[in-house]
């Protein structure tokens, strides 16, 4: 899949229904996902030339490592497809009910006037920010898989003290290779797991921030709307 298909046409379709002048200015968001996204490709390959994934995979017995990275990564790919999502959302917008999608829906109802006043906006929130929420969690889940390295690492390094009954000159090596593999451990995969929660979000902080705006837009629709219906009533 190339890159560049991650990026919807925001430019105002013709159609039947009026394209909206008065919506913010269309955010190029999914540019910047790929500028990031260009970045850690980047580092990916710089630090497997410089072999720092090989280092990290293999000082971390536990495995750890691996489930913190690959987790990451999914997570990243889901904000590419989300920012791509809510872009094109904001550039239906442009076109009201025409440009269909979840403004054209919320504002068909707020056309209907439902019972419950409050339905629509629950619907729109729902829409636009309700799968950050599971984003937000797995983000929270690298920053736990690190501390649960961390735990590991030390309890393995406090095992091998404990065996310590008289200290042989002789055995000095294994014992301080077994040593440090507990606590290459607990700080490899704190490690990890800290850049990983960091990078991540900072990726879901800017997909709310988005997701902020594109709602805020699609009241303002909504404002409009309503004024326009009351004018062609009186």
Partial sequence: M???????????????????TDAAPIEPIAFE???????????????????????????????????IIVIFFTATLWCGTRTR?????????LLGTSGGGWAAEYLRALRARPQDSGAPMDLLLERTHGPHGTAWWVNGIQLKLGLLGKVIGFS????????LQ????????DLLRQLTTGLGVALLTTMVGL????????QLTRLDRYADALVADIQRAGLAQDAADAAARG
Avoid: Y
């Fill in 2 to 20: 190339k890159l560049l298909s991650l990026l919807p046409s925001i430019r105002p379709q013709r159609g039947h229904g009026h394209a909206r």
């Fill in 33 to 67: 996902w790929l500028a990031l996204a260009g970045l850690l490709a980047f580092a990916t390959w710089l630090l497997g030339v410089r072999g720092v994934w090989a280092l990290l995979l293999s000082a971390d017995p536990t495995g750890l490592t691996l489930v």
């Fill in 85 to 93: 999502a809510l872009q094109r959302e904001r550039a239906a917008l």
């Fill in 156 to 163: 393995i390094l406090a095992l091998q003290i404990g065996k």
């Fill in 166 to 173: 008289n200290f042989d000159a002789a055995q000095s090596q």
């Fill in 195 to 202: 850049v990983g929660n960091i990078l991540l979000g900072l």
